[in-house]
């Protein structure tokens, strides 16, 4: 008793992360079950095949994109950029939150994180792996797209480190890099548990191979919670890198609308907001299809809903700030770029980006509204589509219309812009919904730290 | 070569933390130096019983990152001034702001490989064989079960003994570990 006392008064109240009861073996059976389990749920493969079905949707644009070319995309004089690019932006931002929420939240002692981190951590991967399609598919010739790496060729030419685009190839790819690695060592552990639990002898094997022959000694646990920490560290500044970089290709060019210093931070707040968004967009549903109330709780939504707020609110400031800056910098073109974006031909898009990135989000200083499942799946939904409306506005409204009225036009996706967007969903869907069925999605050495027997009790 | 059954040593199991990390202790002061703790999660107290402190790992990943930023600054500067000088708008050729960028990506990527293959080294993995994956119990330890395994090794080993010795430590099982 006296220790507990003693505990309580170190520390402030903390609500518990973790339901009630729970020993080593409710939560590795919980776990693990999903992965041992002979038949999924029903939403399972609910999921699956309208992930599949759109995957291939996602193989008959390239297929026909590689067949004829960038022209069956709506993209035009001006406007280069288009779906491509938004969509790139909008998939590596989702994958921002996996990162934070694996490498921040683990420095800053979050211990609801615990329960949150693998499948935030696949997600990021997945988006990353969509979003990298855009780029490469973009160039136009995706085949030659190793062009973009600096390897010594016979032409004889070099990539130029001064540019954005270049930066942009070396972040994305050492995100990826990292955050694979991240996501590989933290399943290392249960990997191995899930070869000690297999019954089938080939099951056991596969697992077994890619859990490396760990077997939890404690000297390897040291040196890996070292590894672990330092990757978090790592992982850190590199989240925040990516996306300042990613805005770069657009604050280091000189279009109204883009030429910006409040680019890097506005574009990190957003990234963390949608990938939050995204995060309980999968949770939500998974929680209730695999019964896993009792380790992500209604203490979890609310947290990943306040971070929400947080950032959802500092995007609202960047959008403020951008009108502000257009006004008060006295420049023509800013100012028409702002007056356009308001009131101009896409103006629908921007009001609607506003209802919901602005407007929407305001919901969530109810807790009442942060603790219910059904009504914040909806408000994260308005934040997907939103922050999705924001790179549309982004991207297209400032190249829309530049300097010279001459060369202003405007652009209309056609189906197959449409189609590979939808396809890039379905791919992370099939993903997603594999992770599920062959990798447990929750980390079970992580979530066994918050079990009572894991404590070691003083003796004296 | 002797006649008798290879033996890699005597393993013990233990219900909880608490339990695992006071035999630790107790096969320390014992004078048992060749042992190994095994844990389904990491625990902090097990590591310290165990003597280990900081580990290698740090300044090898320090010694990564250093790496990468040489190589990051060699391949920018050796193609963008001296192999490829392209002029952009007559700026400076070695206009080293612009390299930041990646020069950060490429410290972080070379100080994360170190790290995570650091750590496997370290630690001999992968290795897909261990003499302690041969008691059958022993699947538990990735699971919910705590063991300990004194190594035939350790000068102090005496099979007998040993097992004795064990089975004053813990309520549950002893057994003899194959190897």
Known sequence: MAGNT?????????PPVLGRGQTFDTVTDKIAGVVDREQQPRGWWIGFVIGFALLNVLLLCLGCLFAWGTGIWGVNNPVGWAFAIINFVWWIGIGHAGTLISAILLLLHQDWRTSINRFAEAMTLFAVACAGIFPIVHTGRPWVAYWLLPYPGTMMVWPNFRSPLVWDVFAVSTYATVSALFWFVGLIPDLATLRDRAENPLVARIYGAFALG?????????????????LAGLSTPLVISVHSIVSF?????????????IFPPYFVAGAIYAGFAMVLTIAIPLRRMYDIKSFITAQHLDYMARVMLATGLMVCYGYFTEAFFSWYSANAFEQFMIQNRMFGPYMNMYWLLILCNAVAIQTLWFE??????VVLFVICMFVNVGMWLERFVIVVTSLHRDFMPSSWFMYYPTIWDIGTFVGTIGLFLTLLFLFVRFLPMISMFEMRTLVPAAEVKEEH | MEAVVPVHGVMAEFDDATEFVAAIHAIKEAGYEGF???SPMPIEEAAEAMGLHGNRLPLMVLCGGITGFCVGYALAYWTGVVNYPLNVGGRPLHSWPAYIP??????VLFASLTAVFGMLGLNGLPKLY????NVERFALASQSRFFVCIEATDPK?????????LQGLTSSQVSEVES
């Open chain 1, 6 to 14: 003693v505990q309580a008064r170190q520390r402030p109240y903390k």
């Open chain 1, 214 to 230: 760990w077997r939890g000694s404690v000297r390897h646990w040291h040196r890996y919670e070292t590894a672990y920490l330092l």
């Open chain 1, 249 to 261: 290709d657009f604050a280091v060019g000189v279009i109204p609308g883009w030429h910006a210093t």
């Open chain 1, 368 to 373: 009442k509204v942060r603790r219910s499942p």
């Open chain 2, 36 to 38: 190994d703790a095994y």
């Open chain 2, 102 to 107: 990646v020069l950060f990506e490429c410290t």
């Open chain 2, 130 to 133: 261990h003499p302690v994956f």
């Open chain 2, 157 to 165: 080993f005496d099979l007998e003994g040993t097992k004795r010795f």
